[in-house]
């Protein structure tokens, strides 16, 4: 139990489908990511927001919007989703990177599955 | 651009000594972490280096050359708890964390 949890834990949505990941963090951080996970690649961040302030958006398509309420709490709103987007979505926490130290904290992740 | 080179996979024997390494190429430097990752669960914190040398935790030892732009991971007296992959990060000039791909180590009695 790293601090981070996610739900769901496992999701199989359709092309034309809404959906949302919800991750939430009991370490008092204020950082949180999204990164997501295929086989044999690295990680690929895809968001990052900083007290609530989202600080780094790679280029991901618009079909993935995330939301940072508050400093505990994230989501990803999923929506008209392609096969490719298949994946382990993980949510990661932290304390202010910009200290200099930015070890990560991450949830077990959503395992995606797209028809 | 940025790059972090690791093996895609090894194999040890229970008991032995493996090492894990990884390079890297990267927008400035703020230190070096490894995460171990067992299938289907999160990836959790092993170690961290930011100044040259080794570092030891029990079983596991991270090792930092800067100017190579090198890491390795070592693992001692492994257990068939150690099958899991290693994952190696590097956090940049903006303090975000460049993977790599991991190294899926495979442990055989």
């Known amino acids: 139990e790293t601090g981070v949890t996610q739900t769901p834990r496992h999701l199989v949505m359709g092309m034309t489908n809404k959906k949302s990941l919800k991750c939430e963090q009991h370490l008092g951080h204020n950082a949180m990511y999204w990164y997501k996970q295929s086989a044999k690649k690295p990680l690929e961040l895809m968001f990052v927001?900083?007290?609530?302030?989202?600080?780094e958006n790679n280029s991901v398509p618009s079909r993935f919007s995330p939301e940072c309420p508050n400093s505990s709490h994230l989501f990803l709103h999923l929506h008209t989703l392609q096969p490719e987007d298949s994946a382990l979505y993980l949510c990661?926490?932290?304390?202010?990177?910009?200290?200099?130290?930015?070890?990560?904290?991450f949830g077990p992740g959503t395992r995606l599955t797209v028809l | 651009g940025q790059n972090i080179d690791q093996p895609t996979e090894m194999t040890a024997t229970e008991g032995a000594i493996v090492q894990i390494n990884c390079t890297y190429q990267t927008s400035g430097f703020n230190g070096l972490f490894w995460y171990q990752q067992h299938a289907g669960e999160a990836p959790t914190f092993l170690s961290y280096?930011?100044l040259d040398g080794l570092e030891e935790k029990g079983r596991f030892s991270s090792f930092l050359s800067r100017s190579k732009g090198y890491s390795y991971l070592l693992l001692k007296e492994l257990q068939m708890k150690d099958s899991a992959s290693y994952l190696c990060?590097?956090?940049?000039?903006?303090?975000?964390?460049?993977w790599g791909a991991g190294t899926k180590l495979i442990i055989k009695p």
């Open positions: 280096n930011v």
């Open positions: 927001y900083s007290l609530e302030e989202r600080v």
């Open positions: 990060a590097v956090e940049d000039s903006n303090y975000q964390l460049i």
């Open positions: 990661a926490s932290s304390q202010d990177p910009r200290g200099g130290y930015n070890e990560q904290f």
